[in-house]
């Protein structure tokens, strides 16, 4: 069974750019969470989709927000980027209902310059 | 953001040596995950535990939810050097009663932990 997929890989972008993130959860998983990883610190939590619906949002400003697509997938975009945006950030999915436990990404590396 | 309390921050052992690290919260958890990530990478599961009191092993891990909801620890014996890693605790809320259905996960600050031969 093929885990949760995350592309690119790396992405190298510019102040004010905008950058796209995407995920593929685990096949029959409905829920797509997105963390963001600094250097050196620990996960903290962005965003949650379900059903195409975003359920909960992190302390995170609106210029990160994103979607979730029929098939699942997820994208998130992350606008008007600053240097501080760079980051690993991950994707991590789960069944929906019933305690569930998230299975992570490898993660798209962002680097803003 | 809101981050668990993980200690302790790093560790160096000796190959053999067994390992302890705990994770504590100001506030109850349903569940608490245990993950190892590896540096460029995703954090990998290594343990659940969904029940005040479990006592879960996974190999030569072991992992324990606290009585109280708000701790959680993990035990690694007889290190080996590819234990080498940062080691995450997680904790997640159930947000419906009804289903059961999670939320979030909320993080612990990492215990790096580093294994010489």
């Known amino acids: 069974e093929a885990g949760v997929t995350q592309s690119p890989t790396h992405l190298i972008k510019t102040r004010g750019q905008q950058a796209t993130l995407r995920c593929s959860p685990i096949s029959g998983h409905t829920s797509v969470y997105w963390y963001q990883q600094a250097l050196g610190l620990g996960l903290q939590f962005l965003l949650w989709?379900?059903?195409?619906?975003?359920?909960n949002r992190g302390n995170f400003p609106p210029r990160f927000s994103g979607r979730q697509f029929p098939n699942y997938s997820s994208e998130l975009n992350v606008n008007a980027l600053e240097l501080e945006d760079s980051a690993l950030y991950l994707c991590?999915?789960?069944?929906?209902?019933?305690?569930?436990?998230?299975?992570f990404g490898p993660g798209t590396r962002l680097t803003v310059l | 953001g809101q981050q668990l309390n993980q200690s302790p921050q790093s560790m160096f052992i000796q190959e053999g040596e067994d390992v302890s690290m705990n994770c504590t919260s100001s506030?109850?958890?349903?569940?608490w995950l245990w993950y190892k990530q590896d540096p460029g990478e995703g954090p990998v599961l290594l343990i659940a535990l969904y029940k005040a009191g479990e006592l879960t092993s996974n190999g030569r891990l072991t992992a324990q939810f606290g009585i109280t909801r708000k701790d959680s620890f993990l035990n690694i014996s007889a290190s080996i050097p590819s234990d080498v890693g940062i080691y995450f605790c997680?904790?997640?809320?159930?947000?419906?009663?009804?289903?059961?259905?999670?939320?979030?996960?909320?993080f612990g600050t990492g215990t790096r932990l580093q294994v010489t031969l």
């Open positions: 991590a999915s789960s069944l929906f209902g019933g305690p569930d436990t998230q299975y």
């Open positions: 506030s109850i958890f349903n569940t």
């Open positions: 997680a904790g997640q809320r159930r947000l419906d009663a009804n289903t059961g259905t999670a939320s979030k996960l909320t």
């Open positions: 989709y379900d059903e195409g619906e975003e359920r």
